[in-house]
């Protein structure tokens, strides 16, 4: 089975630029979320998809959004850049959330660099 | 409310020796722990999680880890480290009874460095 694909690997944008990263979940996975990983503060949870719909949601501003497809494929947007969105931005997909033996898969990440 | 504290941003270790990362939890009811590590330029990768049961966890690459309910700690262990375990570890806590939180109700700590010296 192919891994967690996240596209583009690298961005380089300007301020005030909008962004749309895309993300592909292991075959057969329905929850797709997303982190953003700085080195300051560590993995901060942005919003977990499930079949389309918005599972739950972290402590981001309205600037970042998403949303997920009917194949499970999910993108990440994030609209008038600021410097401080240069992060990491990592995706991981999962079969069914909630469950006690789930684990994450995570993908290797759009290294973003806002000037 | 949950949370994960990893006390030390940055673990020492020769090549060959024991090795400990450290990790405590803050949950309401009886946690699920999780041990990540990422590679450089590279995204979280699966070594280890305590549901129930044994309190002495096995996992990848021969790591293993101790959940302690007394101490509310799950501390990462390997009894000879190489220079390959050298990369950023993160401890991660999901309460069942608690329906907030990060992707599948997971909230991780902010990581800690392990350097592996030869």
């Known amino acids: 089975k192919a891994g967690v694909t996240q596209t583009p690997r690298y961005l380089i944008k300007t301020r005030g630029q909008q962004v749309t990263l895309s993300c592909s979940p292991i075959?057969?996975?329905?929850?797709v979320s997303w982190y953003q990983q700085t080195p300051g503060q560590g993995l901060q949870f942005l919003f977990e998809?499930?079949?389309?719909?918005?599972?739950n949601k972290g402590n981001f501003p309205g600037r970042f959004s998403g949303r997920q497809f009917s194949n499970s494929r999910s993108e990440m947007n994030v609209s008038t850049l600021e410097l401080g969105d240069s992060a990491l931005y990592l995706c991981?997909?999962?079969?069914?959330?909630?469950?006690?033996?789930?684990?994450?898969?995570f993908g290797s990440g759009t290294q973003l660099s806002v000037l | 409310a949950q949370s994960v504290a990893q006390p030390e941003d940055q673990v020492n270790v020769a090549e060959g020796n024991p090795l400990t990362v450290k990790c405590t939890y803050s949950v309401s009811g009886n946690p699920y722990l999780f041990w990540y590590v990422q590679y450089p330029n590279r995204g979280l990768q699966f070594l280890l999680k305590?549901?129930?049961?044994?309190?002495l966890v096995k996992g990848s690459y021969g790591f293993e880890a101790e959940f302690n309910k007394s101490q509310t700690s799950f501390h990462l262990k390997k009894p000879s480290a190489l220079v390959s375990d050298s990369a950023l570890y993160f401890c991660?806590?999901?309460?069942?009874?608690?329906?907030?939180?990060?992707?599948?109700?997971?909230?991780f700590g902010k990581g800690t460095h392990l350097i592996i010296q030869p």
């Open positions: 075959s057969g996975h329905r929850s």
């Open positions: 305590y549901i129930t049961g044994d309190n």
């Open positions: 991660a806590v999901r309460d069942p009874l608690y329906s907030g939180g990060g992707a599948d109700g997971l909230t």
């Open positions: 991981a997909s999962s079969e069914t959330p909630g469950a006690s033996n789930e684990k994450l898969f």
């Open positions: 998809y499930f079949s389309e719909t918005q599972r």
